[in-house]
């Protein structure tokens, strides 16, 4: 478990007064035997239930990814109704489909346009959508994504292999607070008359945090 | 700029690399066990999320700096159970006790747990506060972007908008504050509001003169011009 590695000081020397101000640092350095460690300290004291971690971890993996965000953007594009509900309320818009909870409690829904391309960010940490979206992928959390898309969004889109119209300007949304946006890419051309299930296949995760467009159709 | 997580505009982080395709949620198993160890300790209800977000903003620069993504969440959820009382130095030692812990009443069960993941935690309130700013006014952010109400304290003004003019674009309502939050100080609920700013008010070199950047803001981080 590596919970017995030598330490600098000793239990005896760790009087209150000397308690350090990252206690992580007891635990095992290696990350995947930190995490073993706590889990395993918790465990023991019934803080956790190992069972519910993998319920959780079932729910992310599994169950919540981009389809959902897919569905509420393919609906969006079929859908002028919906379309609406969801720019003026998208909380309760894409509540009324059973997208809700964790990370999802205050949505936004921005809109691409030939003139206006918006993109997700949290500079501060990775606030993201979870309920449409999933987890974050690494490069949304990864400090070159935080750092520059504020500063060179076209330079990070390039990244992606994606360049926009000369007079398409760019609009950055850094989720700062507890509300979470979702882009709704432009509806590709050749995608008219197609159904639900085949409109959300072209919408990919990254054209609903803005780092991507919608596929076209084959 | 206090602390290394307000990098928004930093230079020299190099390229966005994209994830592949078939990128697995999970890039390794301990990266879902973090997580959910994370949510689970959360449902403890020993801290609320603006409490948890400072604990990772709050480790070392070295620290900050070295770890990965998850290495971090696991780091500062250790530091926080220590902090909250939770767990003791001894535990993490290894050379705790096994006794029933007084919180085990509270321990996240399997079934309970899409309940809780459906449940959230909303941060909109009532508030007594009355929205100061209406849509299209011009105000500028607080300079500088430190916590106002503890030296060095969580703050969701990131610094690169410190001083910045800015127009009010939505209002979102009242939410809780995290400068107070974060820090015990209660939830202080007061107007939020997405504010625009022009890219070139905020970068020298701007990449198109009609670029924007949209920050949610608090009230109380914005001045009227």
């Known amino acids: 478990m590596g919970l017995d590695r030598p330490q600098a000081n000793s239990q005896s020397d760790l009087m209150p007064h000397d308690l350090p101000d990252h206690p992580h640092a007891l635990l095992p350095p290696d990350p995947a035997l930190r995490v073993k460690a706590l889990e395993t300290i918790l465990t023991r004291k019934g803080l956790i239930d ?148 085949a409109l959300a296949a072209l919408v990919t995760r990254d054209s609903m945090i803005g780092t991507g467009l919608a596929k076209v159709p084959k | 700029m206090t602390r290394l997580h307000d990098m928004g505009g930093r230079f020299g982080d190099g390229p966005v690399v994209p994830d592949a395709p078939d990128a697995p949620v999970f890039a390794a198993e301990w990266h879902a066990r973090a997580l959910a160890v994370t949510l689970a300790c959360g449902a403890l209800g020993q801290w609320n999320i603006d409490i948890s977000r400072h604990a990772r903003e709050r480790l070392s620069p070295k620290d900050y700096t070295g770890f990965s993504y998850y290495e971090k969440w696991i780091s500062a959820l250790a530091d926080l159970l220590v902090e909250r009382g939770v767990l003791t130095v001894e535990d993490l030692l290894g050379q705790g006790d096994d006794r029933p812990h007084p919180l085990a009443s509270k321990v996240l069960m399997a079934n309970d747990v899409a309940a809780t993941l459906a449940k959230g935690g909303p941060t909109d309130r009532a508030s007594d506060i009355a929205p100061r700013f209406s849509l299209g006014q011009a105000v500028r952010c607080r300079h500088p972007a430190d916590s106002c109400l503890v030296d060095g304290g969580h703050t969701r003004l990131p610094a690169y908008a410190a001083g910045a003019r800015g127009y009010i674009l939505r209002l979102h309502g009242a939410h809780v504050l995290p400068d107070s939050n974060a820090h015990g100080l209660g939830e202080a609920p007061e107007p939020l509001y997405a504010v625009r700013f022009a890219a070139a008010e905020l970068w020298a070199n701007p990449e198109h003169p009609n670029d924007q950047v949209i920050i949610d803001l608090w009230q109380s981080y914005l001045m009227p011009i």
């Open chain 1, 50 to 197: 190992p069972a519910a971690l993998d319920e959780i971890i079932d729910t992310y993996q599994n169950k919540i990814g981009p389809q959902n965000g897919a569905q509420v953007v393919a609906r969006a594009w079929h859908d002028q109704e919906f379309r609406t509900a969801l720019l003026e309320d998208a909380t309760a818009a894409v509540t009324d489909l059973g997208y809700f909870g964790r990370q999802g409690e205050h949505m936004v829904a921005v809109e691409n346009t030939p003139d206006i391309h918006n993109m997700v960010v949290c500079t501060l940490c990775s606030c993201y959508p979870w309920p449409l979206l999933g987890i974050p992928p690494a490069w949304y959390k990864s400090d070159a994504y935080r750092a520059r898309v504020v500063r060179d969004p076209r330079g990070v889109l390039a990244d992606f292999g994606v360049t926009l119209p000369k007079k398409t300007a760019v609009r950055v949304w850094d989720s700062t607070a507890e509300v979470r946006y979702l882009v709704v890419p432009m509806r590709p051309a050749g995608s008219e008359g197609l159904d639900l299930d």
